[in-house]
């Protein structure tokens, strides 16, 4: 299944592939959970959390996602909206944990904002990237899991000039 870039409401499950195309997705009050199997993909992508989405992977769940880089859009010839920004957590409501559990594995490029939010990696998860720059309330490693990251070849300088810039408004 692809979806379209747009705002989304309502409980989301992946439980086979679900593929993003290139664009800006809000998720509001929309738990996302990727279930045993279940892969959410997509290249040049930003989603904002609004309200009560939150995120949880289980046990062979995976995530293959990139933010959209500087310059302009390949499937629109516009400039970028937010580039470099993979997922951004809005800082209204309460605090939210994102959780990765079991045996995953997946791969994430830009920046991961969820300040004021917790990430919990759990199990075998395992994340690796060319390029991500994680900024949470807390982040939790255990087990066995594994959290590869780096960002200068990529995005360079724009990883910490667009989180000091980016601001989210309804």
């Avoid at 594994?146 to 980016?166: D, H, N, R, S, Y």
Wanted: net charge neutral.
């Amino acid at each position: 299944i692809t979806l379209l870039p747009g705002c989304y409401t309502g409980e989301v499950k992946i439980h086979g592939k679900l593929k993003l195309s290139p664009g800006l997705y809000f998720f509001k009050d929309a738990p996302i959970t990727i279930n045993a199997g279940g892969n959410l993909s997509g290249e040049g992508v930003t989603i904002i959390f609004k309200g009560t989405t939150d995120l949880t992977m289980n046990g062979n769940g995976s995530i293959n996602l990139s933010a959209p880089l500087p310059g302009a859009s390949p499937a629109t010839g516009q400039t970028q909206v937010f580039p470099g920004v993979l997922i951004w957590g809005d800082k209204t409501g309460s605090t939210r944990t994102m959780q990765f559990n079991g045996t995953s594995s997946s791969s994430l490029t830009g920046i991961i904002n969820f300040d004021k939010d917790d990430i919990v990696f759990s199990g075998n998860t395992g994340f690796q990237s060319d390029c991500v720059r994680l900024a949470a309330r807390t982040v939790e490693l255990t087990a066995n899991s594994k959290f590869v990251a780096g960002c200068e070849a990529v995005l360079g300088p724009l990883a910490t000039q667009v989180a000091q810039k980016l601001k989210i408004i309804e």
